[in-house]
Nanobody, 127 residues
Framework: QVQLVESGGGSVQAGGSLRLSCAVS????????MGWFRQAPGKEREGVAF???????SYADSVKGRFAISEDNAKNTLYLQMNSLKPEDTGMYYC?????????????????????WGQGTQVTVSS
């Protein structure tokens, strides 16, 4: 059953912005940790930005200061605002949810600990 559905990906010039959205189902809205991963061709899936049930956030060093994760509980939607995009940000972005990590931090959430994945949305940043 699909529990997370992403949207908002696309192609932009370097320096541009995109906002990704993730619709959260009733089956995943009780997860302790929500966030975004990305995967470039030939590379492993990596954590980008996470938000815990108490609202605290965690970011990969490569995106800190440029990306912002947020959630709207009334709309059951998770967001990733991406500014000052670089070609290195190109990849498939996945919404994810889990309660199987001790802390909702990038250094603790391995992809193997994920309870539910979205289908992914492509982000392409050109020079």
């Amino acid at each position: 059953q699909v529990q997370l559905v992403e949207s908002g990906g696309g192609s932009v010039q370097a320096g541009g912005s995109l906002r990704l959205s993730c619709a959260v189902s009733i089956y995943t809205n009780n997860m302790a940790c929500m966030g975004w991963f990305r995967q470039a061709p030939g590379k492993e899936r990596e954590g980008v930005a996470f938000i815990s049930s108490d609202g605290s956030t965690s970011y990969a060093d490569s995106v800190k200061g440029r990306f912002a994760i947020s959630e709207d509980n009334a709309k059951n939607t998770l967001y990733l605002q991406m500014n000052s995009l670089k070609p290195e940000d190109t990849g498939m972005y996945y919404c994810a949810a889990t309660s199987f990590v001790p802390y909702c931090r990038v250094s603790y959430w391995s992809p193997l600990r994920t309870y539910s994945w979205g289908q992914g949305t492509q982000v392409t940043v050109s020079s």
